[in-house]
């Protein structure tokens, strides 16, 4: 979870989807992928997240202050307590 802004179009789109930024959903899938089962090879586990993961997204128009957007980003941490956040490798629940 978490923001970008106008000019990040490849951290909104790719990002999380391989290794080359320094926190990814998919390094922590692969450093973890014996324990959770998920595929381990590179590949493999690229289209295992894009046919098994959903992504939810929450498109604002520019000019929302931080403490809204901080608001509608708190919401589901709290509903979910999603397993890979805020770090990488940090498991939380």
């Known amino acids: 979870m978490g923001g970008v802004g106008s000019g990040t179009e490849a951290r909104y789109r790719y990002q999380h989807y391989g290794d080359r930024a320094g926190s990814t959903l998919f390094k922590d899938l692969r ?6 089962g998920v595929p381990c090879e590179d590949s493999a586990l690229k289209g295992w997240m894009h046919g098994n993961l959903a992504r939810a997204d929450i498109l604002l128009v520019p000019g929302y202050d931080g403490f809204a957007l901080s608001l509608l980003e708190a919401f589901p941490h709290l509903r979910w307590r999603p397993r890979y956040e805020g770090g990488r490798g940090r498991r939380r629940g």
């Open 31 to 36: 450093a973890g992928c014996r324990e959770l």
